[in-house]
């Protein structure tokens, strides 16, 4: 018994070890990145790029705010990731219910189409998309980058709802359509309530996804005042290549509402992934 015990003791050991070096392994990069954006970039490149700062300078911050005009492109991201997290959540939901429970001899192939979404890679339709949003005169506007964003993000979307949602029996959309309920009134009072889980995942994934997407919003916009923030930052990378301190200070600020995110809703986020994974 108590080699039992002496074993069990030294594998939980052996996996706070394992569990300890990989948070060290995850964090210390974000402790890194925020610690040399208080240096300046003359010793950033003088001194070690391990060392805390000798001097904390803090005008990296208002200058690479200001300069970049940050300020404006967060709120275009924030705008941009609420509209389209709603839109593929609600979107997606709705279509996987339909796919899912509403019979339909064209149901197999409209699913298929969906899913092949899938397997496309942005690359692969920029040049038709800036075609196509240039040809109906939506270049260069916010419709013009929520409209590709909600449709990119709804073939993942109908996937995990339409998995999830075929667990659900279907004696209670049968019910509901006996009493004289609509597929609608079904879908909002029934369905949905039930795969806040998936909705959950979906939410997480479309988040991540608009908050850093960088290449399509840059070919699809011209003007600053409706690019997002990583078009900001990437300023950072031109003209500024060798102003480190302010290419830290401006990853800082990018890095930040993801962070602020995870830690607000990191119980809805293991829990929705969790249930997400298990039902899909």
């Known amino acids: 018994m108590a080699d039992i015990r002496k074993g069990a003791l030294g594998a939980k050991i052996v996996i706070y070890i394992v569990m300890g070096v990989f ?26 790029k391990l060392a ?36 593929v959540i609600i979107l997606g ?7 899912a429970k509403i019979p339909s001899k064209a149901t197999p192939v409209l699913h298929g189409m969906f899913i ?24 260069d506007t916010r419709l013009g980058v929520l409209i590709p964003y909600i449709g990119l993000g709804l073939p993942m979307a109908i996937y995990l709802a339409t998995d999830f949602i075929k667990s659900i029996p279907l004696a ?15 879908f909002a009072r029934i369905i949905f309530p039930m795969i806040l889980p998936v909705a959950m995942t979906i939410g997480i994934l479309t988040f991540s996804g608009t908050w850093n997407e960088f290449m399509m919003i840059n070919v699809l916009t011209s003007n600053d005042a409706i690019k997002s923030l990583p078009v900001g930052i990437n300023k ?45």
């Not at 939901?93 to 796919?99: D, Q, R, Y």
């Not at 209670?172 to 079904?186: H, M, N, T």
């Open 116 to 139: 092949i979404g899938i397997l496309l890679t942005l690359q692969s339709i920029m040049v038709p998309l800036f075609l196509m949003m240039n040809a109906v005169g939506l270049y």
């Open 172 to 186: 209670l959309v049968e019910s509901a359509r006996i009493d004289g309920a609509k597929y609608l009134q079904i």
């Open 236 to 280: 950072f990378a031109g003209q500024l290549a060798t102003d480190y301190g302010k290419q830290f200070s401006a990853l800082v600020i990018g890095m930040l509402p993801m962070v602020i995110f995870y830690m607000v809703f990191r119980k809805q986020i293991t829990k929705g992934v969790a249930a997400g994974a298990v039902k899909g």
């Open 23 to 48: 948070a060290v392994m995850a964090i210390y990069p974000i402790f890194w990145l925020i610690i040399q954006s208080f240096k300046t970039t003359q010793e950033y490149i003088t001194n070690s």
């Open 93 to 99: 939901s709705m279509a996987g219910f339909a796919f």
């Open 52 to 87: 805390m700062p000798k001097l904390w300078f803090f005008g990296n911050y208002p200058y690479a705010w200001t300069m970049a005009k940050l300020g404006t492109m967060m709120l275009n991201s924030i705008f941009y990731t609420v509209i389209t997290v709603l839109g």
